[in-house]
């Protein structure tokens, strides 16, 4: 089983929509969790962190799924703005994120 | 804001050439690492640093080394560059520890020819 898995999509959903994203990790120890984004040949940029308890930042909502082993990603309300990759990243100790290969969002007008 | 620069944007090079790319960060980060990205196969680590001189593989390290003098710069080296290191490079940083985020570079895009 691989590490941190996600859909690779691409979801291609209309503007105003709501969006959500899971990915899954294999490490059941890994105590951070983290959400980049990252557009088209550009860095990853960190989004969000995850916490236990869920965190909410505008139209970005992040949860964290111990028994099950996910973290999600909603977005509300998308914009044409918002299309890009979604990297999920999970700590799997020793210093190492593991970042999963990424969904790919299209908002469409 | 968190600054991680990446000396170079692009970078074409031959095959067998030594190839060094610098990073350097101006946040005082304890922690720095080198990832590259490939279509169909996401980030991957290939060397990361928790100190000044220490070093630590990641999961692709074959190829590379790597060279942390001062706790700002972290250079990746590919001793004798191959076409299969082309690539997408990106350097990040990240507070101590191992529960921080990632701060990225802008990346370097490397072709070997």
């Known amino acids: 089983r691989k590490e941190v898995e996600q859909d690779p999509g691409p979801f291609n959903v209309p503007e105003g929509a709501t969006v959500a994203f899971n990915c899954t990790y294999s490490?059941?120890?890994?105590?951070?969790f983290f959400w980049y984004r990252q557009d088209c040949r550009k860095e990853p940029k960190l989004l969000m962190s995850?916490?236990?308890s869920g965190n909410e930042d505008g139209r970005f909502t992040a949860q964290l799924n111990r028994a099950s082993q996910y973290i999600s990603l909603l977005i509300r309300d998308s914009k044409l703005s918002d299309s890009a990759t979604y990297l999920c990243a999970v700590n799997g100790g020793s210093y190492q994120l593991t970042f999963g290969k990424g969904t790919k969002l299209s908002v469409i007008p | 804001d968190v600054k991680v620069t990446q000396s170079s944007r692009y970078l074409v090079k031959r095959t067998g050439e030594k190839v060094f790319l610098e990073c350097v960060q101006d946040?005082?980060?304890?922690?720095m690492f080198w990832y590259r990205q490939d279509p169909g196969l996401g980030l991957r680590l290939i060397y990361f640093?928790?100190?000044?001189?220490?070093?630590e593989k990641g999961d692709i390290p074959e190829g590379y080394s790597v060279s942390r003098e001062k706790k700002e710069r972290f250079s990746l080296i590919l001793e004798s560059a191959s076409t299969n290191q082309t690539s997408m490079y990106l350097c990040a940083s990240s507070l101590a520890g191992d529960n921080s985020p990632l701060h990225f570079g802008n990346g370097t895009r490397l072709t070997v020819t």
């Open positions: 490490n059941s120890a890994s105590q951070s």
């Open positions: 995850v916490y236990s």
């Open positions: 946040m005082d980060h304890e922690n």
């Open positions: 640093s928790y100190d000044v001189k220490m070093k």
